[in-house]
């Protein structure tokens, strides 16, 4: 297992914790990766265009012109396709492009991402953010950022206790915050690094406790 260290707010060690290998340590799977980010981001299409076609336009009940005699080509309606303000021949209707994904599918993906992430060194741990419980502070947040040494975009992994620290964060355009039960691949992928809480980390095991259970 890798080792990561645990930082406080302050970027000071406070400890180490140990990264599962099956999640953080196997070999990114890029074809699931981007099929499941292809699926999920499928979902989010609304689908709701629509055009209409012949027999929905309004008018064109009447024959334009009597069938022959005229020189002119036999016309049934002026709401065919091919008149100016005409239905739609094979136009869009609404629909919905989600995916069917399989589940075993979906978590091979976000490992792979967390996987990636961690081979790059891109995974932080943090033992608690530190926040005032009852005062959120936006500077004590870009503090923290700085501290911990994360420059670029960033996805913070909070979980319902964090109500602090959900609302220090929100208001920093480089910060993606998001539910440890809603991680994903895709938001994964999108951030150039993961953070988390000692709460938050999927399959953590601290080496002091690994320690004392040997004892």
Not at 175 to 186: H, K, R, S
Not at 189 to 211: K, R, Y
Request: proline share 5%; hydrophobic share 40%; charged share 25%.
């Amino acid at each position: 297992m890798a080792t990561v260290t645990v930082k406080n707010p302050g970027g000071k060690d406070g400890g180490t914790v140990e990264l599962a290998d099956e999640i953080f340590g196997i070999e990114p799977n890029v074809p699931v990766m981007h099929q499941v980010v292809t699926a999920q981001l499928a979902a989010r299409r609304a689908g709701t265009q629509s055009t209409k076609t012949r027999a929905e336009v309004r008018g064109g009940g009447a024959k334009p012109w009597k069938q022959k005699g005229t020189g002119r080509a036999r016309q049934g309606s002026i709401r065919a396709p091919q008149w100016r303000g005409g239905g739609v021949a094979l136009g869009p209707k609404p629909r919905s492009y989600a995916q069917r994904t399989p589940k075993k599918m979906i978590k091979l993906a976000l490992r792979s991402a967390l996987s990636d992430r961690a081979a790059e060194d891109r995974v932080v741990v943090v033992d608690d953010w530190g926040f005032d419980m009852d005062t959120p502070s936006t500077k004590a947040a870009v503090s923290a950022l700085a501290g911990l040494g994360i420059e670029g975009k960033a996805l913070v992994v909070l979980s319902d206790a964090d109500e602090v620290a959900w609302k220090s964060f929100r208001n920093l355009p480089q910060v993606q915050l998001i539910d440890v039960a809603e991680l994903n691949a895709y938001d994964v992928l999108c951030n150039d690094w993961v953070v988390f809480t000692s709460a938050t980390l999927p399959g953590a095991e601290s080496t002091e406790d690994a320690e004392g259970a040997e004892k």
